[in-house]
């Protein structure tokens, strides 16, 4: 079964997304900002790690530059959940390593397309 | 997949509500000429958060409105708009709106405040022309693939040296172009470096491909959308047939609008007196640590009841068992308690917006201190004290500070304080109001009271006395046309509000050096203090709070005026009995006052005695709800469990009083 660790600051996001996902059969941890999502991460490999951009106490953006430094992560698909203003984030996360994002406001369907997409 | 989204929504609507809190908390800290990075963030991140979890719960109206609070807020968070005062008086008035709009969610009723659209206008005029009320719901739509004729497409693709390093796999994007079409793959390797220059973590590969499909251009360039700033894609279209994309820009059966959730108008009703509570982990843990005590005592007892033969030692260890039980019970109830307790900061949070919108329509200058803020009491509880809070607040800021001039005159500061204090005290929470105001006007008071017939002109009245006829029921507040306070709603309401929740309230004042308000609650609702008393054979609990005194009368202290209304003398008052018994229907042993003893006990600051035939135990009692378990019986507001296990009911003393037909209204009337 897949690992995918979720982060987002909102519990409703977070929920959603987690439902989504392990209705859909993969197995999922949450975390609510980047500080906690980056300790999990170290403490089990996950396939897959989607989180939102502006959370507080770390952000997803320096989340996932500091995960991609772990040699763990370096080619794990690390997914950003931003808005459609967002546009100047995109180009950052990108720069920090993300792999892609998902565009908020987005619907389960949406999100398992994009998860599958990058798993495979 | 088929998932209901409005399962999610009373969480989405609890953390908006939080958001809107610390939205709010911030603005009102916020020094406008030169705002904190951290705040301004913390702000938009609330307005953020709202903004995406309504555009995909599918409250729509809600991500409309906060993506224009959401787009001033990034241009002043990037420093590229300076942040005007006018700026946080609209987003405050959007953080009310943002209230009221959640608030019809919830309920499931139409929101509709003109102050909405005179918001989005005011945010509108703000932005600049440029900025746009409309929905990006609608302009954010995906194009629906359109059912064109197939075309050839020739893509090639060249990849970034660096695109593994981010996760990215150019095989799983021909997976999604194989989705969309059929798809042709050739790879081309001619850029491939000597070994010894080659980087196993680059990709050094480029392909051509070829792709049969009846999708826009748009739809090919989403698969390749995470990476097209780094790598080289061109596109060509072999075959000649007209382009289609414009037509399929024209389609606009929105995929955002059939999939956001369900609309609030199918979702079961649901409790919006917010059901639920939130229990932070630390709590849980103790209560699990407290199960996990006793199940530890339980399997000791239990080895113990298994012994064949009771030894004396097993008579000793039966013992510390059963103190160790009663003391992991004790321990347990409070924990269970404990999940109910909520800091009353959540309270207070609303009193610094209601001190700067009403200290700025007096015209006075305020400071609110506020402490005591982590001290925790029953949610129930604090549901029900802030409406009282809010009034007192009211109260001080519109009749205890005076204005700035009227405090220079007296050589005070410009600037008047008013403090919300709270703290436990024993098994109570107290909460108390002060200000360095004025202090109450004991002459203004006292002339009303007369006026009214609360008190005759020649009594003769400490100050103090004075000050609580400001809780009689007809002593209305003030002059009555302040805009504030004097809605109708006066002390002796506030009065009956805390003293419904088994509290009290008092008062101290002094002239030209403020007010104090005390109000003192149980930590929970569950439990009350209570006296048992006996009446024949029934055992009742009287709530301690509403007990003066309780005495023996003799025959020439009691006036009888009926059968039905008899009255004791106490000092220089008369005070109206009750004969418990006959209201509840049953035996009583002292069948006449002077037989009994008499509980005189407080009923909206009148004072009624109880028949009652004797006094037992002052113990705690948990209460439990008639209603539910059985039927409400007037006089009565509840029962309880005594140690030995038979029922005890909680006498309601208001309602007692309303059943024998002596309440003070009566009094009153004359």
Known sequence: MKKILAVDDSASMRQMVGFTLKTAGFDVTEACNGDEALKVAQQGQYDLVISDVNMPVMDGITLIRNLRDLPAYKFTPLLMLTTESGGDKKQEGRAAGATGWIVKPFNPDQLLATVRKVLG | ?670
């Open chain 2, 1 to 670: 997949m088929d998932i209901d989204l409005s399962q999610f929504s009373q969480v989405f609507f609890e953390e908006s509500i939080e958001g809107l809190a610390a939205m709010e908390a911030e603005l009102l800290n916020l020094d406008v000429d030169n705002p904190d990075d951290e705040a301004i963030n913390t702000i938009f991140r609330s307005a953020h958060s709202i903004k995406g979890g309504s555009g995909t719960f599918g409250f729509t109206a809600v991500a409309n409105f906060t993506h224009l609070l959401e787009t001033l807020l990034d241009e002043i968070r990037d420093g590229r708009r300076k942040m005007l005062p006018d700026h946080v008086d609209i987003l405050l008035h959007s953080v009310d709106v943002l209230r009221g709009m959640l608030d019809a969610l919830m309920a499931e009723t139409e929101y509709s405040d003109p102050k909405l659209q005179e918001l989005e206008q005011r945010l509108n005029e703000a932005l600049g022309a440029d900025s746009q009320t409309s929905s990006e719901a609608t302009t954010d739509a995906e194009p629906v693939a359109d059912t064109s004729a197939n075309q050839i497409w020739r893509i090639r693709f060249i990849a970034g040296e660096h695109i593994m390093r981010c996760g990215n796999d150019p095989m799983l994007m021909f997976n999604e172009l194989r989705d969309i079409g059929s798809l042709n793959v050739t790879l081309l390797t001619k850029e491939m470096p000597a070994l010894d220059g080659y980087d196993p973590e680059a990709c050094y590969l480029s392909w051509e491909l070829e792709l049969e499909t009846d999708q826009p251009q748009e739809k090919i360039k989403e698969a390749f959308e995470w990476v097209e700033d780094e790598c080289e894609i061109s596109y060509e279209q072999v075959t000649t047939e007209p382009a289609e994309q414009e037509q399929a820009e024209a389609k606009t059966s929105a995929v955002v609008q059939t999939v956001t959730s369900k609309p609030q108008g199918t979702a079961k009703p649901k409790n919006t007196d917010g059901g639920s509570i939130r229990v932070s982990t630390e709590k849980i843990d103790m209560l699990i640590n407290m199960v996990g005590e006793l199940v530890i005592t339980q399997a000791m007892l239990g080895q113990i009841g298994q012994q064949e033969e009771i030894s004396q030692e097993s008579v000793l260890m039966l013992q510390q068992g059963l103190e160790q039980l009663a003391s992991h019970t004790r321990d347990l109830q409070e924990s269970v308690m404990q999940i109910r307790m909520i800091p009353i900061s959540f309270a207070f949070n609303r009193f610094p917006r209601l001190v700067r919108d009403t200290s700025q329509q007096l015209g006075k200058k305020v400071e609110l201190i506020m402490k005591g803020e982590e001290t925790e009491l029953d949610k129930t509880v604090m549901e029900k004290i802030v409406d009282p809070m809010v009034h007192l607040v009211r109260n001080s800021l519109d009749h205890g500070l005076e204005s700035p001039e009227d405090r220079v005159a007296k050589g005070k500061t410009e600037t008047g304080s008013i403090t919300l204090n709270a703290y436990h005290q024993g098994g109570n929470i107290v909460i108390e109001i002060i200000d360095d105001g004025a202090g109450l006007n004991t002459e203004k008071i006292l002339n009303k009271a007369v006026e009214k017939g609360l008190v005759s002109p020649d009594e003769d009245l400490s100050d103090d006395a004075i000050h609580q006829l400001i809780f009689k029921p007809g002593f209305s507040t003030a002059d009555a046309v302040s805009d504030l306070s004097g809605r109708g709603v006066g002390m002796d309401v506030v009065k009956r509000n805390i003293h419904e929740l088994n509290g009290t309230i008092d008062l101290r004042s002094r002239k030209d050096e403020g007010s104090r308000f005390t109000i003192r609650l149980p930590l929970t609702l569950a439990i009350l203090d209570g006296q048992l008393v006996r009446i024949g054979d029934h055992v009742y609990v009287v709530p301690l709070v509403s007990i003066y005194e309780s005495l023996q009368v003799s025959q020439d202290r009691i006036n009888r005026l009926s059968d039905e209304h008899e009255l004791i003398r106490l000092r220089d008052e008369y005070v109206p009995v009750v004969k418990v018994f006959k209201e509840f229907g049953h035996h009583a042993e002292a069948q006449n006052i002077k037989d009994g003893l008499v509980m005189v006990v407080d009923n909206s600051n009148e004072k009624v005695g109880l028949l009652v035939d004797e006094l037992l135990a002052q113990q705690q009692v948990v209460i439990k709800n008639l209603e539910d378990n059985y039927t409400r019986i007037p006089g009565v507001s509840g029962a309880t469990i005594l140690g030995n296990g038979t029922v005890a009911l909680i006498i309601d003393v208001a309602g007692l009083v309303n059943l024998a037909g002596i309440g003070h209204s009566n009094e009153h009337a004359a």
